[in-house]
C-alpha cells in the first residue's frame, strides 16, 4: 500500500473522528444547559412589580403542580399553558395593583 493511501485513510478517520466529537459536545452542551434559572432579586422603582412578580412566579409554578397530571402534552407537565399565566397575572398582579383582595374589597 502506497503511502499516500495510508494518509487519506488517517485523514478520513481524523475527520469522522473531529465530527463525531464536535457533534456529542454540542448536544451535550444543549442538554446540559437546559436547566431552569433562579430568579434574582428584584429591585425596581415599582414596589407593586417587586413585591407582585416573586407572588406571580410561585402561583405560575403552584399551577403547574397542580395541573400536572392533567396534562396531555409533556411540555405542559412542566411548563405552565397561556390560562394559568393569564388567571396568575390577574390573580396577583392586577388584584394588588388595583389593591383589591381575594373577595374584591
Known sequence: MSSH???AKYGIVIFVGTVS???FQICFINFISAKAVSLIPIKSDNVTLDRGLPKFYNCIEQAVKHS???????????????????KCYYKVLVKSASGKDDNGN
Open 21 to 23: 466529537v464536535i457533534l
Open 68 to 86: 400536572v397530571n392533567t396534562q396531555k402534552d409533556p411540555y405542559f407537565k412542566a411548563e405552565p399553558t397561556k390560562n394559568e399565566v393569564i
Open 5 to 7: 493511501n495510508q494518509y
